[in-house]
């Protein structure tokens, strides 16, 4: 038996297989892992303000001010942020931007620099 299937529902890591299935004695959910890694996959693509796809070592630029905890001025729209880093999570994007430092952003508030 794997010793890294977890349920998806509850995490619970008493799963075991049943023919081509998982089932979780926990909560009684029944899964395909190969449908698991296939959705775990394509659940990480992060898009733009734009809708275009973002990658790692991309190049953006913030779309609007945004203002910084601890900081008197505002990370100012038009700032050039390069070799962005995706993440999981609410600031899906790490990255370093002069004059503030390393932080994290939301791709809702950046767009994708072409060229």
Same mark, same amino acid.
């Not at 070592?57 to 953006?60: A, I, K, L, N, S």
């Given at each position: 038996m794997p010793d890294s *299937?977890?349920? $998806? /529902?509850c995490k619970s890591d008493l799963a075991? $297989?049943?023919d081509n299935l998982m089932v &979780? $004695?926990?909560c009684f959910h029944e899964w395909d892992p190969q449908d698991e890694v296939e959705t775990t996959n394509a659940g990480n693509k =992060?898009?733009?303000? @734009?809708?275009n796809e973002l990658q790692d070592?991309?190049? =953006?630029l913030v779309i /609007?001010?945004?203002p910084v905890k601890g900081m008197p001025k505002p990370v100012k729209a038009g700032t050039k942020v390069k070799n962005i880093r995706l993440t999981?999570?609410?600031? @899906? *994007?790490? &990255?370093? *931007?002069?004059?503030?430092?390393?932080?994290g952003l939301k791709s809702e508030f950046v767009r994708k620099v072409v060229g």
């Open positions: *299937i977890f349920c $998806p /529902k075991y $297989p049943s &979780c $004695p926990e =992060v898009f733009d303000a @734009n809708g070592g991309d190049t =953006v /609007k001010d945004l999981d999570g609410d600031h @899906n *994007i790490d &990255c370093k *931007i002069e004059g503030f430092g390393a932080m």
